[in-house]
């Protein structure tokens, strides 16, 4: 693929994306919720996700803003590299503008979220480029990132974006890997690059606990006894949450993992293995059940189109390569189930690059050829993206309900008097 055409397919969709996201109060997206307004002269970057005032918090008093927050200590890689953008661009600013930590930690959110999708966007294309053509790779870009997932948290401060993109990337590493393998053999170079690989993925971790794709992959290569790779990459991946927790020790805080500690996300399976056998039998059977039903909410008539794909005798999936996505996909509903969030949709999401991927070589190298075709449903894709979030009767968003200061600002007061 032409490096241009993707790298500009990519910033485009990207800031169409951020765009329709960072004014999403004109579409009355969730209406009677209490919104966080950022700016009161003009709906950019108003929030309309509950844990988004401790997000910004968060980042905006970094790492000192999980004392008053411990429930996102075990997540703090965008709070830190939020609070990193902000201060560089509050340094810059400061000849013409004071900005207030919030107001850094948001321009840093903003400079997080963008880059973040760019990034993601160009792994994917070349990820997708090495058994699609151009023109399908970028269509399936496109369905990435004009699905409704992506323009719901593209400019929300949370990470819940990483359920998409955190796949993205360590596939890519892989990919990379696999390669390098088939060329130059373990070179040297090759083994350092697996410990950089490994590094890289549990600093994601630190982002989002999205194991599912790493977890895959570890079983894939036990099945293909690569012993001393597999231990070599958990020794690595580890080593970020370990620097991480000495980090927090040394400035006063301990590790804390919420989703265990206080939601019992893993544990809850133990427990009732040991006590309720009968009702954990149940509870997996609801489980697939839901899996399945969440996967047409999440992906529409695509996940469909991607079953239609895998039955073709020409898909561009290898038989080994057919194994990965079959441990991907028990890893993904394995981690649905321990999570224990059945009505959250987008849990399923972490296999949207095989989804979508598939989708696109169908539909564009084998259905539609002609570019007119594919580019009319892609118009229509984005269309139904962005009209899924108005709800009628339609509300102004100086109108729509918000969540008062004051609450914000005696959040604000017991973390700066923390940090003094």
């Known amino acids: 693929m032409n490096a241009s055409r993707g790298l500009t397919a990519t910033i485009v969709l990207t800031l169409i994306s951020f765009l329709v996201a960072s004014h999403l109060a004109w579409l009355n997206p969730r209406p009677g919720f209490e919104i966080y307004r950022t700016i009161d002269e003009w709906p950019f970057m108003w929030q309309y996700n509950a844990d988004a005032g401790m997000e910004i918090i968060s980042a905006a008093y970094f790492p000192e803003g999980f004392r008053e927050y411990p429930q996102r200590i075990n ?3 965008y709070p830190a590299l939020s609070w990193l953008f902000g201060a560089v661009i509050g340094t810059v600013a400061s ?11 948001g321009a840093g959110y903003i400079v997080l979220k963008i880059m973040m999708h760019l990034l993601g966007g160009l792994a994917l294309v070349d990820l997708l480029r090495r058994r699609l053509s ?4 970028v269509f399936a870009l496109a369905l990435v990132l004009l699905h409704p997932h992506t323009i719901a948290h593209i400019a929300t401060f949370h990470t819940t974006d990483l359920q998409i993109l955190v796949p993205i990337f360590v596939l890519w590493m892989l990919v990379r890997l696999v390669e390098r393998d088939a060329s130059e053999g373990r070179s040297r170079r090759w083994w350092i690059d697996l410990a950089v690989y490994s590094f890289v993925t549990g600093i994601l971790m630190l982002g989002k606990q999205n194991f599912a794709v790493y977890a895959a992959i570890l079983v894939w290569a036990l099945a293909l006894r690569r012993w001393r790779e597999v231990l070599l990459s958990i020794g690595v991946f580890l080593l970020p949450v370990l620097l991480y927790i000495v980090f927090l020790r040394h400035v006063g805080l301990t590790y804390r993992n919420n989703e265990i500690a206080s939601m019992d996300q893993g544990t809850w399976v133990l427990e009732l293995l040991v006590r309720q056998p009968v009702v954990l039998l149940k509870t997996v059977l609801e489980s697939l059940g839901r899996f399945m039903v969440n996967a047409v909410a999440f992906w529409g008539a695509i996940v469909f189109l991607a079953f239609v794909a895998l039955g073709h005798r020409e898909v561009p999936v290898t038989r080994r ?10 890893a993904t509903w394995a981690q649905y189930l321990a999570v224990r969030r059945f009505e959250v949709a987008y849990m399923v999401g972490d296999l949207s690059v095989y989804v979508f991927g598939l989708a696109a070589w169908l539909l564009v190298d084998r259905w539609f050829r002609r570019p007119p075709v594919t580019r009319v449903i892609i118009v229509l894709y984005g269309a139904w993206a962005i009209f899924s979030f108005v709800h009628l009767p339609w509300v102004s968003p100086w109108e729509q309900a918000y969540r ?5 600002e005696t959040r604000l007061e017991a973390v700066e008097d923390a940090a003094q």
């Open 75 to 77: 997540r703090p890689l």
């Open 95 to 105: 000849p013409v503008a004071d900005l207030s930590p919030l107001e850094r930690a």
């Open 134 to 137: 151009d023109r399908a790779a």
């Open 321 to 330: 390569e057919l194994w990965l996505l079959f441990l991907f996909a028990g």
């Open 404 to 408: 008062e200061r004051g609450y914000l």
